[in-house]
């Protein structure tokens, strides 16, 4: 016999033989827990920090449309990844910002699955992006005289929209159905301050060997594969500097992919801080910590790192100003 029974957070409860599933409709995001008094602080802080985000990648998009000199396929695909932070930020930290003022931090199934969905989607797509960069740069430093026939317009907008369209649908498709085809039976709570996997795996009553493999599985696919590509790109770029003879050559050479190689850097770390330490996933707040060096503050490192590091760039935001 199956009894249904109404809770106040809006859980359906059946209840079987030796089994008690739960049809989630709403999800309560804990945030950032004992912290709430500190809700008003953190609100200013990554509100600002939101802010410079979103104003700095839009004007290194608006130098690299408008500039004739950063009309080059580095610039195109650095502008390609300005606009993905910027999706991939705005996903996050806005309603993150609004759960710091209030005391119903209620998300709906519907609404946790399609910030899940976009989450992965846009995560996903800024490894493809970053391995087109890394080719790039390799292309650039290794066969420079056949750069712009390997590397011209078609091939860049080709490459750019390959990776968007590889991010939103052989990854995060999958995860997305994957979690709307789980039952819960852990509670609704998410001890975290936006819906992700890992949190929500602890809510799960389905096999954890199916969910383990399907993820697995991604992140051959969405994370090493890219990653291998990059690492290889700049194994061959690190190869060709050290045969130059001059410091002065290398430094010329190695200085077009050296901001580069740090937004890279800073990237796949946090993603193996979070996702690969074992740590950070029994500790809640070390999750937390580093799940926003990637969604806050990762996205307002990139505009800058490519600006203080560029001249091109410095150039064009003078003439602007003039």
């Known amino acids: 016999r199956m009894e249904k029974l109404t809770f106040p957070w809006e859980l359906l409860t059946s209840v079987e033989p030796g089994n008690t599933t739960m049809t989630v409709t709403e999800f309560i995001t804990l945030g950032f827990g004992d912290l709430k008094e500190l809700g008003p602080l953190f609100f200013l802080v990554f509100g600002i920090v939101y802010l410079a985000t979103i104003s700095g990648n839009l004007l290194?998009?608006?130098?690299?449309?408008?500039q004739r000199g950063l009309q080059t396929p580095m610039y195109f695909f650095l502008a390609s990844l300005s606009c993905l932070e910027v999706c991939y930020t705005s996903n996050i930290v806005p309603r993150?910002?609004?759960?710091?003022?209030?005391?119903?931090?209620?998300?709906?199934?519907?609404?946790?699955?399609?910030?899940?969905?976009f989450?992965?989607?846009?995560g996903s797509t800024e490894c493809y992006l970053l391995a087109v960069m890394s080719y790039d740069r390799y292309l650039a430093v290794c066969r420079p005289l056949h750069y712009p026939t390997l590397m011209h317009g078609t091939i860049c907008v080709g490459l750019v929209i390959g990776s968007w369209f590889s991010g939103f649908t052989v990854a995060a498709a999958f995860q997305a159905a994957m979690v709307t085809s789980l039952t819960f039976c852990g509670g609704n709570e998410i001890d975290h301050f936006f819906c992700d996997l890992k949190p929500l795996q602890k809510l799960f009553c389905s096999d954890p060997q199916l969910v383990n493999l399907v993820c697995m599985s991604l992140t051959v696919l969405v994370t090493l594969a890219p990653f291998g590509l990059t690492l290889a790109s700049y194994w061959k770029i690190l190869a060709m500097?050290?045969?130059?003879?001059?410091?002065?050559?290398?430094?010329?050479?190695?200085?077009?992919?050296?901001?580069?190689?740090?937004?890279v850097t800073l990237f796949y770390g946090t993603l193996v801080l979070v996702y690969a330490v074992p740590l950070?996933?029994?500790?809640?707040?070390?999750?937390?910590?580093?799940?926003?060096?990637?969604?806050?503050?990762?996205?307002?490192?990139?505009?800058?790192?490519?600006?203080?590091?560029?001249?091109?760039?410095?150039?064009?935001?003078?003439?602007?100003?003039?």
């Open 60 to 66: 290194l998009m608006v130098l690299v449309s408008t």
């Open 96 to 117: 993150m910002l609004v759960d710091l003022l209030r005391k119903n931090r209620v998300i709906s199934m519907a609404g946790c699955v399609m910030q899940l969905y």
């Open 119 to 122: 989450f992965g989607a846009l």
């Open 241 to 263: 500097v050290l045969h130059i003879p001059s410091m002065t050559g290398r430094q010329k050479a190695f200085s077009t992919s050296s901001s580069h190689l740090v937004v």
């Open 280 to 322: 950070a996933g029994q500790v809640p707040a070390l999750n937390k910590t580093f799940s926003l060096l990637y969604t806050v503050v990762t996205p307002m490192c990139n505009p800058l790192i490519y600006s203080l590091k560029n001249k091109d760039v410095k150039e064009a935001l003078w003439k602007l100003r003039i």
